[in-house]
């Protein structure tokens, strides 16, 4: 079974960067889609970028574009998630996600069925 492990989060100033990572061991599947999500408390959890292992085009939250980046190292089964020009309203857990199946890139939760364990990001004032 495929585990995913996110690293990378931590406290930063509104307008700064981290870089999130998210390594997979087990089976991979190079067209299945991979996925960042966010839950701030309160909320619900939420689509924010994500492609496929391999090729298949990136998909971006409005909420981000322009500032996030999505990328992969599929030698190390990794996908990396750039966050420039950091807001306050991006705090939250940061979670990456693998489908179980080849297709396109899902912007919903229940179509992904590997789960990280998260990362916190928050980002102050």
């Known amino acids: 079974q495929v585990q995913l492990v996110e690293s990378g989060g931590g406290l930063v100033q509104a307008g700064g960067s981290l870089r999130l990572s998210c390594v997979a061991t087990?089976?991979?599947?190079?067209?299945?889609?991979m996925g960042w999500f966010r839950q701030a408390p309160g909320k619900e959890r939420e689509f924010v970028s994500g492609?496929?292992?391999?090729?298949?085009?990136?998909s971006y939250a409005d909420s981000v574009k322009g500032r996030f980046t999505f990328s992969r190292d599929n030698t190390k089964n990794t996908v990396y998630l750039q966050m420039n020009s950091l807001k306050p309203e991006d705090t939250a857990v940061y979670y990456c996600?693998?489908?179980?199946?080849?297709?396109?890139?899902?912007?919903?939760?229940?179509?992904?069925?590997?789960w990280g364990q998260g990362t916190q990001v928050t980002v102050s004032s």
């Open positions: 996600a693998q489908g179980g199946f080849v297709a396109p890139v899902s912007t919903q939760s229940r179509d992904y069925v590997y």
């Open positions: 087990g089976r991979t599947i190079s067209r299945v889609p």
């Open positions: 492609s496929q292992w391999s090729g298949g085009s990136t």
